[in-house]
C-alpha cells in the first residue's frame, strides 16, 4: 500500500506534465492544392520517376477535370571532376520544370511557372553500388518534391478563373 501511493503520484505527475505535448507531425505533407483531383497533367522532357509518384500526391487524380497542367523537365548533366583515368568523380545536376497551366476548353493560360533544382552527386566507380544509387534516387526524389511545393504555393497567390493571356 504505502509503494502504490508513490507510483500513482508518479504517473499522474507524468500524464499533468505532458498534457501540452503535440505529436502531430506538420510538416510540408499537408500542403492542400487548390487543383487536388482537378486538373489532368502530362510530363515531357527527361524522364525523372520520382515526380510521376509526387504529382499524384499533391495534385490527386481527376475524374472530370477543368484545367490541364503539363510540366516539362530538363536535366542537365556536367562533369565536374574527371580523374586521370577519365572516369568521372563528380557530377552536378540541373534541374529545370516549366508548369504550365491551361483550363480546359479555352486554352487560357493561367499559370507558367519556372523551378530550378541543383545537387551534386559523387559516384562510385568501382562497380554497382547500391548506397550510391540509391543516395542519387533520394536527391531525385528531394528534387521533384520541392519542385512540386514551390508549384502548389504559387497556386495559392493567384485567381485560377482569371487568365494570364488575356488581352
Same mark, same amino acid.
Given at each position: 500500500?504505502?509503494?502504490?501511493?508513490?507510483?500513482?503520484?508518479?504517473?499522474?505527475?507524468?500524464?499533468?506534465?505532458c498534457g501540452k505535448i503535440n505529436?502531430?507531425?506538420?510538416?510540408?505533407?499537408?500542403?492542400t492544392s487548390p487543383l487536388y483531383n482537378k486538373a489532368i497533367y502530362t510530363f515531357t522532357g527527361d524522364k525523372i520517376p520520382n515526380i510521376y509518384r509526387f504529382a499524384s500526391?499533391?495534385?490527386? +487524380?481527376?475524374? !472530370?477535370p477543368e484545367y490541364r497542367l503539363n510540366i516539362n523537365v530538363e536535366e542537365t548533366k556536367t562533369k565536374r571532376a574527371v580523374g586521370s583515368n577519365q572516369a568521372v568523380?563528380?557530377?552536378?545536376?540541373d534541374l529545370t520544370y516549366d508548369y504550365t497551366l491551361k483550363r480546359i476548353g479555352n486554352d487560357c +493560360?493561367?499559370? !507558367?511557372?519556372?523551378?530550378?533544382?541543383?545537387f551534386s552527386y559523387v559516384p562510385k566507380s568501382s562497380g554497382y553500388n547500391f548506397g550510391s544509387d540509391q543516395s542519387l534516387e533520394k536527391m531525385?526524389?528531394?528534387?521533384?518534391?520541392?519542385?512540386?511545393?514551390?508549384?502548389?504555393?504559387a497556386l495559392t497567390d493567384i485567381n485560377l478563373s482569371s487568365c494570364d493571356n488575356e488581352e
Open positions: 500500500m504505502i509503494l502504490l501511493k508513490p507510483i500513482v503520484l508518479s504517473i499522474c505527475l507524468i500524464a499533468i506534465s505529436f502531430i507531425y506538420s510538416g510540408s505533407e499537408n500542403i500526391r499533391y495534385l490527386g +487524380v481527376a475524374k !472530370d568523380s563528380k557530377l552536378d545536376y +493560360v493561367i499559370l !507558367d511557372k519556372r523551378t530550378f533544382s541543383k531525385y526524389e528531394l528534387a521533384s518534391k520541392k519542385s512540386l511545393e514551390v508549384f502548389v504555393n
